[in-house]
Every structure is written in C-alpha cells, then in structure tokens.
C-alpha cells in the first residue's frame, strides 16, 4: 500500500509562483510514473504532469498537459520517493484541487499518461488558489 501526501499548495496572485511537493511512502516502486492532476469545482479530472523514472538514471520522461507546458516543471527528488510540481506564472485559471497519483504502468511511450485510470494510488490533495 503506498500513501501519497501532497503539500504546498496555497493562496497566490496571478503571476506568482507555488512549489508543491508529494512524498509517498510505504511499499513503493521507485520505477514508475509519478503524476500531478487536478480538479475545479464543477469539471472533470485532468492531468498537468508526469514523470517517469526508469530503472537507470538516463531513464526519465516527463509529460505536461499543453494548459501548463512552458510554466509548470515537474521533478523527482533522488531517492524518487518525491515528486514536485514547480508553478510560475500562475493564472486563475489554475485554481483547483491539486492531486498526486503513482501508477506503475501509467507512462508508457504510447501514450495516455493522463488517465487517471492508469493510476493506482492517491493524496488527498492540496488547493491552489489564484487570484486575479
């Protein structure tokens, strides 16, 4: 059983910037994808980012939603036990829930890192709140 804890989230301007981290602990497999999504009030759960972590250290893809490509930065911390989504330039528009998910299998080259169905395991989440 792996628990995922979000945290970081907040309350910013538009503009601003907010570092949110997911530590997971518990039986955990280090080589799989890690990933972001997020949920507003009144619309479906989507996707922001993902990493994953192959076995070797030159093993790593990353994947952004186009809403956040160019703004958001997702990264693993060494012991790939953490995963922190770095936010600039936020917008309103980017207010939600923000969730954490690891599945092992979610990243595959062919796509759909972004199905939340792929995902096993998730925070609780954390509020991004941004402010026009």
């Known amino acids: 059983q792996v628990q995922l804890v979000e945290s970081g989230g907040g309350s910013v301007q538009a503009g601003g910037s907010l570092r949110l981290t997911c530590a997971a602990s518990?039986?955990?497999?280090?080589?799989?994808?890690m990933a972001w999504f997020r949920q507003a009030p009144g619309k479906e759960r989507e996707g922001v980012a993902a990493i994953y972590a192959g076995v070797h250290a030159d093993d790593t893809r990353t994947y952004y939603s186009d809403s956040v490509k160019g703004r958001f930065t997702i990264s693993q911390g060494d012991a790939k036990n953490t995963a922190h989504l770095q936010m600039n330039s936020l917008l309103p528009e980017d207010t939600a829930m923000y969730y954490c998910?690891?599945?092992?299998?979610?990243?595959?080259?062919?796509?759909?890192?972004?199905?939340?169905?792929?995902?096993?395991?998730w925070g609780q989440g954390t509020q991004v709140t941004v402010s026009s």
């Open positions: 518990g039986y955990f497999y280090t080589a799989g994808c």
């Open positions: 998910a690891v599945g092992r299998r979610a990243c595959l080259p062919t796509g759909g890192w972004d199905d939340h169905l792929k995902y096993s395991s």
